[in-house]
């Protein structure tokens, strides 16, 4: 089931915050978080595990409530390179599920100055 | 490390031709992924590869789709038979190590447009 993310867009001016959730109707172990600019290729932000490991780039936050099997990323005082889109994307699943990881239809940031 | 490549850029195509897409991934990266996108959505799982086997394929890929990954190295994606239905953006992504659970680096992708 792919996750689901909110909201699906959102505009901010230069300096402003944002968050951005994402849920799953099944239990998580990972959540994985990219951004995609118009024309290229995803790029990584973090990965939340359970059990509350975290990998990936120290200006970026976010959490991972394993019992509401929900995901946040938290965009502080937001720049125009924040722009894109960002898709939440969930597993692998233990017990022999996918490997592969699920997107959901990415929310959609803009960055005025 | 010059980053994931994936060639050609752009395939433009008559429905019922065979295409070939190739990734070459990071050097040292042993995993391989292969996904799908479409306008408006968040990558589809196709397929992975650890090294040179092929672990996984997504219920929802058409037996029309094939994969390889000879030797670990380089990856090729047929599609035979084209539909209309198959033009998206089909992107290669790698990562090192032995779980799911590891950075993704993408290439740039391959646009499909079956005519």
């Known amino acids: 089931q792919q996750p689901v993310q909110s909201p699906q867009a959102v505009i901010l001016r230069e300096g402003e915050d944002a968050v951005i959730n994402c849920s799953s109707s099944k239990a998580l172990y990972s959540v994985h978080w990219y951004r995609q600019k118009h024309g290229e290729a995803p790029v990584f932000l973090m990965i939340l595990l359970k059990g509350g490991e975290q990998k990936g780039h120290e200006k970026i936050s976010a959490s991972f409530n394993e019992k509401k099997q929900q995901s946040s990323l938290y965009l502080t005082a937001s720049q125009l390179s924040y722009s894109g889109t960002y898709f939440c994307g969930t597993g692998p699943y233990s017990g022999g599920g996918a490997d592969g990881l699920t997107f959901g239809k990415g929310t959609h940031l803009i960055i005025q100055p | 490390d010059t980053g994931v490549s994936q060639d050609p850029r752009h395939k433009i195509t008559k429905r019922g031709q065979n295409v070939t897409f190739r990734c070459d991934p990071i050097s040292e990266h042993n995993r391989l992924y292969w996904y799908r996108q479409t306008l408006g959505q968040g990558p589809e799982f196709l397929t992975y590869f650890q090294n040179e086997a092929q672990l996984e394929k997504s219920r929802l890929l058409s037996d029309r789709f094939s994969a390889e990954r000879p030797k670990g190295s380089f990856s090729t994606l047929e599609i035979q038979r084209t539909e209309q239905g198959d033009s998206a953006m089909y992107l290669c992504?790698?990562?090192?190590?032995?779980?799911?659970?590891?950075?993704?680096?993408f290439g740039p992708g391959t646009r499909l447009t079956v005519l």
């Open positions: 992504a790698s990562s090192f190590g032995t779980s799911g659970y590891n950075e993704q680096f």
